[in-house]
């Protein structure tokens, strides 16, 4: 789509479904409702003495299904942090002291990733949704700790040559070079907090430089992202961008953007540089031009088989949660189209289409992990209901004027 498409399918977007004044969602009702689900999953959780085993995360549950399934906390599961990271938020709206214990457990069982090598890039997710929201909680020394120990582990995968952390180092090999991939955005958010919070100054570099040649190359001239970019590992030269969760190489895998989206509105945050709210804008208006009428999107704005193709609700809880807070950012037209944009998505989302309800204990149905391997198509994922309850109470503090993180 070209810019000027563009702008009037946006334009259009602010006339009609945008400015939702119909879209009003009772976030009050909406975060007790995930508190209910939350008890739900922690009961199924329990075995027959009610003991739970701390080292089992729920990650996701097929739509059929009603329970979460598990899998074991290891470093190659990059969802571990989003069930403590859950727990912590449904603890922020509830001040509920068994929620809060159950967050330390799970989140404890993580410990380990910050004594251990990095297996790859997403030791963000795992260890700022688990421990950086406890420790925001709490103010826990420990939590601080290991923080900043894994922002140090997470470092290691930065190449000064190329500018970017090397998202997957098992596959530098088979994908001919430095990867990076788009979801990598998200886990500058803990070296920026590192550096600001008495760990070393230069992961704020790192984070910076990442951002920066992220923003160079990882894009195709429309600003929708490649899902993976590869450099040449000596000279940092880009080789090429393609896909591996999205439909082909050259389209707009839903969750990638959203994670495009997120990210750019964080870096602006955490440096105050206006290129990157210039940029989170740019790669905000394209998804936002591309949406169905619900505006939770296909799971690659190109799959074949649309308007029947599944729908991703991580990508538009993630997004949702990242154009509340970019609205905060923007000039007021701007933050009209974005709250509105964002408050229509989480309208939808907390509709019955979309809603776990009485059936399930996931707060939401209908995301989709990994299409081209045939993993978690139209699931219940535990990263679309971490950025839904984030994305709610975001919402419930501008509601009362608040600052939007907490
Ligand atoms: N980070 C993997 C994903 O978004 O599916």
Known sequence: ???????????????????????????????????????????????????????MTPFASADSASKWRLNKVCKEEWRAGFWPGTLWYTYEHTQDATIKAEAEKFTEELEFLSKTPAHDHDLGFLIFCSYGNGYRLTGNPTYKQVILDTADTLATLFNPAVGTILSWPRHLDDLGGHNTIMDNM?????LFWAAKNGGNPRLADIARAHADKTMQCHFMPNYVGYHVAIYNPTTGDFIRGCTHQGYADNTMWAR???????????????????????????VTDVYLSQLPEDFVPYWDFSAPGIPDAPR??????????????????????????????????????SSDTYKGGAQKSAFLRHATGHYPAGSDIDASLI??????????LRLQRLEESKTILG
């Not at 990263?383 to 709610?392: C, F, H, R, V």
């Open 1 to 55: 789509m070209n810019t000027k498409n563009m702008l009037l399918g946006l334009g259009a977007c602010l006339l009609s479904s945008c400015a939702c004044d119909k879209c009003q969602i009772d976030t009050t009702a909406e975060l007790d409702y995930c508190k209910q689900q939350v008890e739900r999953t922690l009961d199924d959780l329990r075995d027959a003495n009610g003991n739970i085993d701390y080292t």
């Open 186 to 190: 998200i886990n500058l958010e803990m």
């Open 256 to 282: 990638g953007q959203s994670w495009a989206i997120y990210g750019y509105t964080m870096v602006y945050r955490e440096t105050g540089d206006p290129k990157y709210l210039d940029f989170a804008q740019k």
């Open 312 to 349: 991703d609700a991580s990508a538009a809880a993630i997004v949702a949660s990242g154009l509340l807070e970019l609205s905060t950012y923007v000039d007021a037209e701007k933050a009209k189209i974005y709250k509105n944009a964002a408050v229509k998505m989480l309208t939808s989302l």
């Open 383 to 392: 990263y679309a209901d971490y950025y839904y309850i984030e994305a709610l």
